[in-house]
C-alpha cells in the first residue's frame, strides 16, 4: 500500500501537477517527488503519469460501482 507521503504526491499526480508544483506546494525537493512518484509507480505496476492516472480512475470506477459510499482511496 502507499504512503502517507505516497497518498499525497498521487492525488497532485491524478489532478495534473507537475513534479515541480508538488514539491513547491509540499515544501520538499523536485528530486524526492520523483523518488516517491517512481515507488508509487513500481507499487501500482505501471510506468508512466497517463498509466498511472488511467488506473487510479479504474479503480476508482470500481469502487463506485461495488461500494458507491466509497470515493477513491490512492
Known amino acids: 500500500s502507499l504512503t502517507k507521503r505516497e ?3 498521487f ?3 491524478i489532478r495534473g501537477d507537475s513534479n515541480l ?3 513547491n506546494e509540499l ?4 528530486s524526492t517527488v520523483k ?3 517512481y515507488n508509487i509507480y513500481k507499487k501500482i505496476n505501471v510506468t508512466n503519469r497517463k498509466e498511472a492516472i ?3 480512475y479504474f ?3 470500481l469502487e463506485t460501482i461495488i461500494q458507491p459510499d466509497i470515493k ?3
Open 27 to 30: 515544501f520538499i525537493s523536485e
Open 11 to 13: 492525488k497532485r499526480v
Open 54 to 56: 488511467r488506473k487510479a
Open 59 to 61: 479503480i476508482n470506477s
Open 21 to 23: 508544483e508538488i514539491s
Open 7 to 9: 497518498v499525497q504526491i
Open 72 to 74: 477513491l482511496k490512492v
Open 35 to 37: 523518488t516517491h512518484v
